[in-house]
T-cell receptor, first 113, second 113 residues
Framework: EAGVVQSPRYKIIEKKQPVAFWCNPI?????LYWYLQNLGQGPELLIR????????DSQLPKDRFSAERLKGVDSTLKIQPAELGDSAVYLC???????????FGPGTRLLVL | GESVGLHLPTLSVQEGDNSIINCAYS??????FIWYKQESGKGPQFIID?????DKRQGQRVTVLLNKTVKHLSLQIAATQPGDSAVYFC????????????FGQGTELSVKP
């Protein structure tokens, strides 16, 4: 069974530029999560989807971050414009439902110069 | 606020020895706990989980112990191998938080051959 797929794996951009990350969850997983992981720290939740509905986006900085999961499968996380402090690893995870095991993708490593 | 933390940021063990990684949590409503392993450049990998109605759960070479009285979680790795070298995170979830995982800071396990 294929795991969570993310792309790109690495991204280097200049500040104020836009950037987008893509995630394909494990087949059949209705719940999808985007996490932010800073160096040396544990992941922090940005947004959680149940199918196509964002059920928890309280930690998403909505002035510059946006996300969508239009058909309840793939998801895109966007930052516009990016700031230096956005340099981090952006992880996508999926699960069958809430309080079920979350499986993580490899992450996208973003560097903002 | 609620938090999950690890007692030791680094742990160095000899190959073949047993490893014990500890974690403290503060949310008494947490009822689901997970251990993840994260190797450099990769996303967190699920190791083992435990729900609050259990005190102990065993997997292949790993055992998780939960002490709800003192809000303590531990991961035991038997016969530690060089391939076990990684950062280990505990994470907790409370049913009233849906699927939101709260991660600890992480413990780096180093296995000496």
């Amino acid at each position: 069974e294929a795991g969570v797929v993310q792309s790109p794996r690495y991204k280097i951009i200049e500040k104020k530029q836009p950037v987008a990350f893509w995630c394909n969850p494990i087949s059949g997983h209705n719940t999808l999560y985007w996490y932010l992981q800073n160096l040396g720290q544990g992941p922090e939740l940005l947004i959680r989807y149940e199918n196509e509905e964002a059920v928890d986006d309280s930690q998403l900085p909505k002035d510059r971050f946006s996300a969508e999961r239009l058909k309840g499968v793939d998801s895109t996380l966007k930052i516009q414009p990016a700031e230096l402090g956005d340099s981090a690893v952006y992880l996508c995870a999926s699960s069958l439902g809430d309080q079920e095991t979350q499986y993580f993708g490899p992450g996208t490593r973003l560097l903002v110069l | 606020g609620e938090s999950v933390g690890l007692h030791l940021p680094t742990l160095s063990v000899q190959e073949g020895d047993n490893s014990i990684i500890n974690c403290a949590y503060s949310n008494s409503a947490s009822d689901y706990f997970i251990w993840y392993k994260q190797e450099s450049g990769k996303g967190p990998q699920f190791i083992i989980d435990i729900r609050s109605n259990m005190d102990k759960r065993q997997g292949q070479r790993v055992t998780v112990l939960l002490n709800k009285t003192v809000k303590h979680l531990s991961l035991q790795i038997a016969a530690t191998q060089p391939g076990d070298s990684a950062v280990y995170f505990c994470a907790e979830n409370a049913r009233n938080q849906g699927g939101k995982l709260i991660f600890g800071q992480g413990t780096e396990l180093s296995v000496k051959p």
